[in-house]
């Protein structure tokens, strides 16, 4: 697959594995990450201190692989 070729190297993951995960696929879409910034956690208490009526998020979403291509394809088209 086109995808070890050229980037084995940079994948984070054995070939054994990554051939298991995309068996049978005739693709496979990578992202890459061009710079990785370090970020401190801020806690929930510390949060409240600031906006005490502040919630974390409670929402979550199940989205198909074709929503995730559809939309990687739609925001790589915006640059």
Known sequence: ?????????????DELRFSNYYAGRKRAIGI???????????NLISL???DANFHP???YRYVTNEQ????????????
């Open 32 to 42: 890459e990450i061009e710079t990785i910034k370090s970020v401190t956690p801020i």
């Open 68 to 79: 995730v291509c559809e939309t990687i394809t739609k925001f790589l088209a915006l640059k």
């Open 57 to 59: 998020p409670q929402v």
């Open 1 to 13: 697959m086109e995808m070890w070729s050229n980037y084995s190297e940079y994948l984070g993951i």
């Open 48 to 50: 409240k201190k600031v």
